[in-house]
């Protein structure tokens, strides 16, 4: 924040959005940097312990359904408090425009605030499981533990804390619908009959049988979904503008997930942070590469994790490796290989995408 605060009066300091919001919706980066401005600069701490009262009691006081006649004595009490608060400034005053201006901000970021927390993300799961046709149960878990569920088809979920899921009691229908508010691991039992739906704060993934995780807690800004096993199919819930929002969607494999940002409603998808291999440990030991073609090497890795690697064979038809491939990550595989070869790669909609020069 490029703003000189050492100099900031009190009626500059209240009606500031930045202070406003760490007396209200303090964050750790807020709470750091005006408890460092307050230890560099003891002499305004007394103002700023002022202007931070005078937050408070104007936030008391914007929520309050009084008549129009009575809010000058609204205004009255905030003052009186603040002349009556330890270690105040001699003769404290505030004029009437900055405590009308001050209110204003408060009352708009609360509102701003409640709507963001309230009706954008809890709505959607309390509104959907409020306007569920059939009767569902609901688990919230309260614990610091992880949270073992069995639905009633025999499926698992693995509930973190802080979340929420809620479900049909019967399973019986077309879907075998879930609710997510909150994080969790879904092990799905397969059922062709009745595809597995999860429902998680905008976002929609579609299954047989598979196993993977959501991510769709309230306060996000975003969604996301890794698969592990199988595939799924992920789109928006929010798709006025056709018949079928699945055809909008996106389809995952083992080790890509989706990143859905509720604001915009777009879907990115990508590799997981740390791919799995998919092979057992006997196919793992075909992971030693002698003088081998670069092709061998690709199709080994794109076999081991699923992932597609695009690169120009013609190019690199001269690139021959020698390595032994078995603890590293797939990105510290990629890293070795590159180096070994002179090239780079980067990550395009969880595709790998090799860029060469070629070999001599």
Known sequence: ??????????????????????????????????????????????????????????????????????????????????????????????????????????????????????????????????????????????????????????SEVKLQPNSRLSYNKSFEGDLREVYLSGEAYFDVKKNAKIPFVVYANGLVTKVLGTSFSVKAYEQDKQVSVNVKTGKVSVYAQKSPQTLDPETKGIVLTPNQQVIYTKENEQLARTLVAKPTILLNKQELLQFAFKDAPIDDIFEALEKAYGVEIIYDKEIMSNCRLTTSLTNETLFEKLDIICAGIEATYKLIDAQIVITSNGCN
């Not at 009255?76 to 330890?86: S, V």
Request: proline share 5%.
């Open 1 to 154: 924040m490029a703003k000189n605060y050492e100099k900031y009066t009190l009626e500059e300091l209240i009606t500031d959005e930045d202070f406003i919001c760490w007396v209200k919706y303090p964050t750790q980066e807020l709470d750091e940097f005006f408890q460092t401005l307050i230890k560099n600069n003891p002499s305004q701490a007394k103002l700023i312990h002022t202007a931070k009262l005078a937050v408070q009691q104007l936030a008391i006081a914007s929520k309050q359904d009084a008549p129009a006649n009575e809010i000058p004595v609204i205004w009255t009490d905030i003052e009186e408090t603040l002349t009556q608060a330890p270690a105040p400034r001699a003769g404290l005053r505030i004029s009437w425009k900055y405590l009308t201006a001050a209110a204003a901000v408060i009352l708009l970021m609360g509102i701003g605030y409640w709507l963001n927390t309230r009706n954008m993300s809890a709505s959607v799961y309390t509104q959907l499981t409020s306007n569920s046709a059939k009767p569902i149960k609901e688990v919230v878990n309260t614990s610091t533990e992880i949270m073992s569920v069995t639905l009633p088809d025999a």
